[in-house]
């Protein structure tokens, strides 16, 4: 019997410590899973947005040189920049969605802009850093490209018929560029004499071309001469173009009396297909020998038209005018995006861009109209002075405003056909005013 129990009592010790050790070792393992379990969701919620908004990851080594203080306010800085700075760069981004879709605002490339300035701002991703918005940027702004392409699509859709059956309206298109030169000086004179702003003779130059009211033009200087201020000069100069229904009109009622906003011009002469053929071909080589730095945008606009008017290229000048113009729309947008970030746009500069900008298109517009008053003291055709205000480059919407404002005192007088002469002037003025900018500050 004794043998038998301390038998069994062995056994049950040895089964005991088993049982023990199994259930030790389940626990073990339950709570090593337990705690991967943790660390995985943990880890997970890091790499949210949430979280990177919230808590902003900063690379503080770059400010190790700096005295203590300055060191302290450039990481909270660059922690406001990479936190609430991009909510309220979302934020911005859903204003200009608004603009595009409910007021109507330039959608084509606002659309774009907005999308791009949404993903620029997504923390973690870096999709302006080193994603595909970096690409498209470094494949045609960085280097001019898509600015040029558009100037291509632009020229094969544009008529210089109007232009050159009454050849001094380019003259009216050439007065309104004086709101970038005037501009450039306003900008300048904001950076001496207020601690605001501090624009170098560059980007006083790049912020001014706003004035001329020509997206591609404003993009094109810009990447030459201001790239950091791409974004703002981009949003400001669309904006503007946009809303030329809204700025031009007040400005034009307040500088003509109702008696000149009723002056009714001649009709237009019939110009040959041999001028339209030649004139592209003069204005380039003109440009070529006078202003090499304007060629790029000026030899691109003359190349889309010269195909238009030649006749024997329809699909080329109808690729030009459709797919092409709006493939580039979509990356020319998307690229600007890419440099609405909060370190960029949420800066003092901006709002001094967005003021110089809209004083610019007013400056140009009075310019056009007070031209045309000008002119009239002169013998000759009377001119409305209501079509000087399309001197700037929105082509046509200019134009149109132009003949809007005339026919609501006179439901008669077609103006259109006459604005689009200083309306296309106004085009080659600012691609002109861009290359004397680019050839005295590059």
Request: aromatic share 8%; charged share 15%; net charge positive.
């Amino acid at each position: 019997m004794k043998k038998i129990f301390l038998k069994s009592l062995v056994v049950f010790v040895v089964l005991f410590s088993a049982t023990n050790l199994m259930a030790s070792s389940e626990s073990k393992e339950s709570s090593y899973k337990s705690q991967d379990m943790v660390v995985m969701v943990s880890n997970f919620l890091k790499s949210t947005g949430i979280y990177a908004l919230v808590n902003p990851k900063i690379d503080e080594s770059k400010f190790a040189n700096l005295p203590p203080k300055e060191r302290e306010k450039k990481i909270a800085r660059e922690k406001f920049y990479q936190g609430p700075g991009r909510v309220i760069m979302i934020l911005i981004t859903f204003l200009i969605f608004w603009l595009a879709i409910k007021k109507g605002f330039e959608p084509l490339l606002l659309l774009p802009i907005g999308f791009g300035g949404l993903l620029a701002n997504i923390p973690v991703a870096d999709i302006a850093g080193e994603g595909f918005l970096h690409t498209i940027y470094q494949a045609g702004l960085a280097n001019e490209f898509f600015p040029i392409i558009i100037f291509m699509g632009v020229g094969a859709m544009t008529d210089f018929g109007p232009l050159l059956s009454n050849p001094k309206t380019a003259l009216l298109g050439a007065a309104a560029q004086f709101g970038i030169f005037g501009t450039l000086v306003g900008a300048v004179a904001l950076s001496q004499y207020t601690d605001w702003f501090d624009f170098t003779l560059k980007q006083a130059s790049a912020i001014s071309i706003i004035g001329g009211a020509d997206g591609p033009t404003s993009i094109y200087i810009a990447t030459h001469l201001a790239p950091e201020l791409l974004g703002a000069i981009a949003v400001a100069s669309y904006s503007y173009m946009a809303m030329v229904p809204i700025i031009q009109p007040p400005i034009m009622k307040a500088l003509t009396t109702d008696k000149e906003r009723r002056i009714r011009m001649s009709t237009l002469r019939h110009v040959t297909r041999m001028e339209k053929l030649v004139f592209p071909i003069v204005v380039l080589m003109l440009s070529i020998l006078v202003l090499p730095d304007s060629t790029p945008l000026i030899g691109a606009f003359m190349f889309g038209n010269f195909l238009k008017e030649s006749g024997v290229v329809e699909r080329l000048s109808d690729t030009l005018q459709n797919a092409l113009i709006n493939i580039t729309t979509i990356f020319l947008g998307l690229g600007v995006g890419s440099k609405l970030e909060a370190d960029k746009f949420l800066v003092p500069d901006t709002l001094g861009i967005l003021v110089l900008g809209v004083v610019a298109f007013g400056i140009g517009t009075a310019a056009g109209v007070l031209m045309a008053k000008i002119m009239n003291l002169f013998p000759g055709n009377k001119i409305n002075p209501l079509i000087g205000s399309a001197g700037v480059s929105a082509v046509p919407m200019a134009a149109r405003v132009s003949n809007k404002v005339g026919m609501e005192y006179d439901r008669t007088n077609m103006l259109l056909m006459h604005a689009m002469g200083p309306n296309v002037a106004g085009v080659i003025g600012s691609a002109v005013a861009a290359g004397v900018l680019i050839s005295i500050f590059k």
